[in-house]
Every structure is written in C-alpha cells, then in structure tokens.
C-alpha cells in the first residue's frame, strides 16, 4: 500500500521539497555576499568621492549622505552574513586542541583601540585549552568582548572572563557592567537580526553568530541579569 501511495505522488508529478543542508545554506550566503561585496563598495566610494566635491550647503550632500550611510550598514550586514556563512560550515573533524589564553592575548591585541577608546577594563583568569575551530573560537571571544563594550552603561565597561571544569567540558562566564538586556529577551538576542539597546550600532548578528559557534562545538550559549548592572554570558565547549 505505502508503495501505491508513493507512485501516486510521483505520478502525480508534486515534489516534496529538500531543506537545505547548513553546508549548502552556507555556501549559497557565502558566494552572495562575495558577490555583493564589490558593488556596494564601489557605491560608496563614488559616493564618498562626490560627497568630498559637494559643497556642504547643496542640497545633494545630505542626499550623497544617505547613500554613504546605507552603504555602510549593508557592507556591516554583508560581512556578517559571510562570518555567519564560514560558522555553518564548522567541521567537528578539523577539530583541534585550543589553547583559550592564546586565542584571548590575540583578540585583545586586536580590540587595543577599541579596549582603549572605551577605558574599558577586562580581566581574565587562566582560561583552559578546549577542542575546537582555533578560527572561530576567537571569533567568539571577539564578539562577546565587542558586545560588552558596545553596549556599556554610563560607567567604563568592566568586563571578567573565567571557566570552570565541568566533568569533560568547560563553563566559560562573560561578566559585563553594561547596559543589561530585559529578562523577556534573554532568549530573542541570540536571534540574527536582533539588536541591542543600540538599534543603529551593528548588523544584529554578532550573537547569533556565536551561538552557531558553540552549538557546532557540541555547547550551547545563554545569559542572564547581573543582581547589579550588566549581563553574564555563559557557554560550554568540550574539555580538550
């Protein structure tokens, strides 16, 4: 009988549609994004350019001001998309062991104006050594450091880093004093395309991307309130 049924779909000549696969899903932004990545600078440029020669009383700046702006947010959004892309596609087999203080001095040479230009201050404890993608691990400790910061409250931002072993994982806590996120969203930041207090600031997809980072480690990512200011972020990876 279930053969029957299955020559009458096919007969009747409707497909049942394929999800995609996250490598497929990943390459199709992947080649987008390469592809829109051209056209939009140039867009700006030209328009910088003009915007550069227009005196800033004609009426044509605010306008060629505009069009630097858009240009800008979807050259954030392309760049997103693409880091979004290359966390789909974590490969488990690539997996090696990851030395998280290594992967931390690096990030934090990397955030050193922004680290300076906020006063922020950041602490960390001795962190372990997790298997993983040493690429996007770094990733995700560059995007949770760049959200503390961007997201400050009127105070510098303080922000503390620690794990701790539990049994063959590790918890990893990301401690800031900014401007907090509202129990009702807890759950929503993690989505792409959300954003923070700060709707202008970002593309909205800097946590999202680290959850697809942890989860493709086999972890998972959450936050909560700070009894005080801020938010504590939490991830688990597995113990290398």
Do not use: Y
């Amino acid at each position: 009988m279930s053969g029957q049924k299955r020559n009458a779909g096919a007969q009747s000549g409707r497909l049942t549609a394929r999800p995609f696969r996250d490598t497929e899903l990943s390459d199709l932004l992947f080649r987008a994004c390469h592809d829109l990545k051209t056209p939009v600078r140039a867009v700006r440029a030209h328009a910088e350019l003009l915007l550069r020669e227009t005196a800033p009383t004609d009426d044509r700046a605010s306008r060629l001001g505009f069009i630097v702006d858009g240009a800008i947010k979807i050259d954030l959004l392309v760049d997103a998309l693409s880091s979004f892309s290359l966390a789909l596609r974590i490969d488990p087999a690539s997996f090696r062991p990851t030395p998280m203080d290594v992967s931390l001095r690096t990030v934090l040479a990397k955030l050193e104006r922004e680290v300076r230009g906020s006063d922020a201050v950041v602490i960390h404890r001795t962190l372990p050594r997790v298997r993983g993608d040493p690429d996007r691990l770094m990733e995700l400790l560059e995007r949770l450091l760049h959200n503390a910061i961007q997201h400050r409250g009127p105070a510098s931002p303080h922000i503390e880093l620690e794990a701790t072993k539990q049994r063959a994982r590790w918890l990893f806590r990301v401690r800031d004093n900014g401007s907090g996120v509202e129990k009702a969203d807890l759950q929503r930041i993690f989505n792409p395309f959300e954003h923070g207090p700060n709707h202008s600031a970002g593309a909205g997809m800097g946590l999202a991307i680290c959850k697809v980072i942890v989860e493709r480690h086999g972890g998972r990512i959450w936050a909560q309130p700070n009894n005080g200011d801020g938010t504590t972020f939490f991830f688990v990876l597995p113990a290398d």
